[in-house]
């Protein structure tokens, strides 16, 4: 008997969904009215699967062809490729991790009922129950041989074309069709857990404990975001959907857990593009007696070790075939003296605001609302030295107009000691020598409240309830964020509509 070839699914044309859903819900029918109670159907309870398709692969895999194994194997599967042909059937069952497996249901194995019946009911989509012995075909295909055979899910709707890839577009709307057709979709999700795990044992590793803080806040702060804004009817109160954790982990610091982090969701009623979502993951972190040095180290660290969960080393192949260095040291670059030299002209803290605006116009930089002195050092810092970062570099000590809640430099005046991290084009990280001063973190609170008053929709609220944990006594403390979605982007080479699972759109 001569093995056909597996011919692959095809979606019919937009005319043809509501026919073949027509079809497909009389096969239904037909199966729910062959029911019984103790199986059947078109939606059982359970089928008795004995092995994971997966699991037989990695241990007959590499049979000969025309193999017999003797062993007996239960599976279940979607019927990704079907091909029906006299007195044998040909499915290939994909699992949901993407494992495939061949199942031969033939006239001598199951009986002529049986064989009709599966010519009738089965479809594209379905997912089924096979059982049988477990052999090579002829052609050397991992096999069931199918003695028994069942529904264990009807699919109402057709599969997309396994042969077109889907739009992004249809990828991120759709994303259960992306994860049945795409291998790189499910390589996405798989990737993105071995960060999160990895991140944990980093942090394991050195004694940081992971703590969770509220989503819903009667004060955004944390960061210069726009929040989004909520009601609450059990407290007739405004809440607000955090745009960041900081505030809360750093009293988690004046309790005394000097060692704390968080993988969670973060909310920012901002842009959306492909390095922004208004609703991402974030890590954040602090450490007390150490600094914005200690932090970057600290930072290096867990993504060379996320890098190396994920992929085998710190040198990483993104999605186009690039291949990116995430290892050995990373530069640690001057924001004021990288734009000086860049620009052509000195820059200090020390600069007016009219002649960065001035430089500005000279650039064709345009300048942001709300213009100060450091907002518009870092959009010319963007403008003249963004671009040309090939390797992870860290950018030192920023403007302190900018950075509210970080530490003065203990020895450059007018600068904060912050960093970001870039990687990849764009900003991967911040990270800060905390300011832990009571006083002065009231003064740059009422800084930002006047910002607030002029307009300023992203500037910070003075938060009593944080300043009165920081007049109990915070120590000396470095501190990081990170997004989630953008470290799978620098790991993979993706877009972040593509690393979150279901990412928000219209």
């Not at 043809?16 to 027509?22: G, N, P």
């Not at 989509?125 to 050397?140: K, T």
């Not at 726009?226 to 809360?248: K, Q, W």
């Not at 600290?298 to 710190?314: C, E, F, M, Y």
Request: with cysteine; aromatic share 8%.
């Amino acid at each position: 008997m001569t093995e056909p070839s597996a011919l692959p699914a095809v979606a019919a044309p937009d005319d043809d969904v509501f026919e073949q859903k027509a079809v497909r819900l009389d096969k239904r029918a037909r199966l729910m009215h062959e029911r019984t109670d103790a199986a059947g159907g078109a939606y059982p309870v359970s089928v008795p699967v004995t092995h994971a398709i997966a699991d037989l692969r990695a241990r007959y895999g590499d049979l000969e062809p025309d193999t017999q194994t003797g062993e007996r194997a239960g599976v279940a599967g979607r019927v990704v490729f079907s091909r029906n042909t006299g007195k044998l059937c040909f499915a290939t069952l994909q699992a949901g991790g993407g494992s495939r497996i061949q199942a031969m249901i033939s006239l001598a194995g199951v009986g002529e009922e049986s064989l009709q019946r599966w010519k009738e009911l089965v479809d594209l989509g379905d997912h089924v129950f096979v059982a049988g012995e477990v052999i090579s075909s002829r052609r050397g295909e991992l096999s069931i041989m199918v003695e028994e055979w069942s529904v264990a899910a009807k699919a109402i709707l057709p599969l997309p074309n396994l042969h077109t890839e889907l739009s992004e577009e249809s990828r991120v709307r759709s994303r259960y069709l992306d994860l049945i057709v795409r291998d790189q979709a499910r390589r996405t999700v798989l990737a993105r857990a071995g960060v999160n795990a990895s991140l944990r044992a980093t942090f394991a590793a050195r004694g940081f404990v992971e703590v969770e803080t509220p989503m819903l806040q009667v004060q955004h702060g944390g960061a210069s975001a726009r929040p989004f804004v909520t009601h609450s009817n059990a407290f007739d109160t405004e809440l607000y959907l955090r745009i960041a954790p900081e505030l809360y982990l750093k009293r988690a610091v004046v309790g005394g857990l000097e060692r704390v982090f968080e993988i969670n969701r973060n909310f920012r009623n901002e842009g959306a593009d492909s390095t922004h979502s208004p609703e991402f993951a974030m890590l954040e972190a602090y450490q007390a007696y150490t600094d914005y040095h200690g932090i970057a180290d600290l930072t290096q660290r867990l993504i060379q070790d996320a890098a190396i969960a994920v992929t085998g080393s710190t040198t990483v192949t993104w999605a186009d075939g690039t291949v990116y260095d995430l290892g050995g040291e990373w530069e640690r670059l001057s924001m004021y003296e990288s734009l000086s030299q860049a620009a052509g002209r000195e820059i200090t803290p020390q600069t007016s605001l009219e002649q960065l605006q001035t430089l500005a116009a000279e650039a064709g930089v345009e300048e942001p609302p709300h213009a100060t002195h450091g907002k518009l050092v870092e959009e010319l810092w963007e403008h003249f030295v963004k671009t040309g970062l090939t390797r992870p570099t860290f950018v030192m000590d920023f403007p302190v107009d900018t950075s509210p809640l970080v530490r003065e430099h203990r020895s450059i005046p007018g600068v904060v000691e912050k960093w970001d991290l870039y990687v990849r084009g764009f900003e991967l990280a911040t990270g800060y020598s905390e300011l832990v001063d009571p006083v002065i973190q009231r003064e740059r609170f009422v800084e930002q409240a006047a910002l607030a008053a002029r307009g300023d929709v992203e500037a910070m609220r003075i938060d009593e309830e944080f300043l009165r944990a920081l007049e109990h006594g915070m120590p000396p403390s470095g501190g990081m964020g990170m997004g989630i979605d953008r470290l799978l982007m620098a790991i993979t080479g993706l877009g972040i509509r593509e690393t979150i699972l279901f990412p928000l759109v219209k």
